[in-house]
């Protein structure tokens, strides 16, 4: 199944809301943003052996940062020069269109609805004003994420994505939520787990990683998002791995 029919190198200046979400844009020289290009750098490492070309970021529940560890992330790894598909897979909770103020009627559900044999994706894509980001809205909201997600037709998509871009990011859904990170982790060369300081439980953290490994994913590790340290302002980004999520 083809998706891609040419490459568009057009930019756009599209003005990005909700900038405070975005501090790499906003503040690209912050300990913030260091911390995220050291998270970029510490998956590069793990990528040695087994290189990742598509990677998800989820979390156990909902309001636990993922989707602004997940747009920075990909804005980081777009400002080494990298070719970068941002990809908003959560159908049912989708911030992407918002954060990046993207034209939402078309997006992912577009592409995985659509009974056309070859879909041309530079009318979907949509450029971020970012060098080098491209940004895959999540479209309207379907009846039937999960079984989306877990189509052929998902694989097809990833599988083109990953022939035209360096690195493809995806936000999905939290995994105690709903069932739909399960059926497209194990499509991904990796995922990272987001916790939040002071309120991820630990039991959910776990139930979490038990649930990818029960999915044959590639759990990478943890984020720990929102970390307060001394002399901050209360707000900020840590970074860190572990195998057994047993730690918050």
């Known amino acids: 199944m083809s998706f891609f029919h040419r490459r568009n190198e057009n930019q756009s200046n599209a003005r990005i809301h909700n900038g405070a979400q975005l501090i790499t844009v906003m503040h690209p020289k912050s300990p913030i943003s260091e911390q995220f290009r ?6 590069n490492f793990m990528a040695i052996d087994h290189p990742i070309k598509t990677l998800a970021l989820t ?14 992330l990909a804005i980081v790894w777009a400002q080494t020069g990298q070719k970068v ?15 990046f103020n993207l034209d939402n009627r078309e997006g992912l559900t577009t592409i995985l609805t659509s009974r056309a044999h070859t879909i041309d994706l530079n009318t979907i894509i949509q450029p971020s004003g970012i060098d080098n980001l491209s940004l895959l809205p999540s479209g309207p909201t379907p009846p039937n994420p999960a079984e989306l997600l877990s189509s052929q037709r998902m694989k097809d998509f990833l599988k083109a994505a990953r022939e035209r871009y360096d690195m493809v990011i995806v936000d999905v859904p939290p995994m105690l939520v709903v069932t739909d990170t399960q059926v497209i982790s194990r499509d991904l060369d990796a995922v990272v787990l987001v916790v939040k300081q002071g309120q991820t439980q630990k039991l959910g953290a776990k139930r979490a990683v038990e649930l990818l490994k029960m999915a044959h994913a590639n759990l990478l590790g943890y984020v720990m998002n929102d970390v307060v340290s001394d002399g901050s302002a209360g707000y900020g980004y840590g970074y860190g791995y572990g195998n057994d999520g047993d730690d918050e």
């Open 38 to 43: 050291t998270l970029r750098t510490n998956i």
């Open 59 to 72: 979390s156990a529940n909902a309001s636990e940062g993922k989707s602004t560890v997940t747009d920075n």
């Open 85 to 99: 598909l941002l990809v908003d897979a959560d159908l049912r909770r989708s911030t992407l269109h918002r954060t």
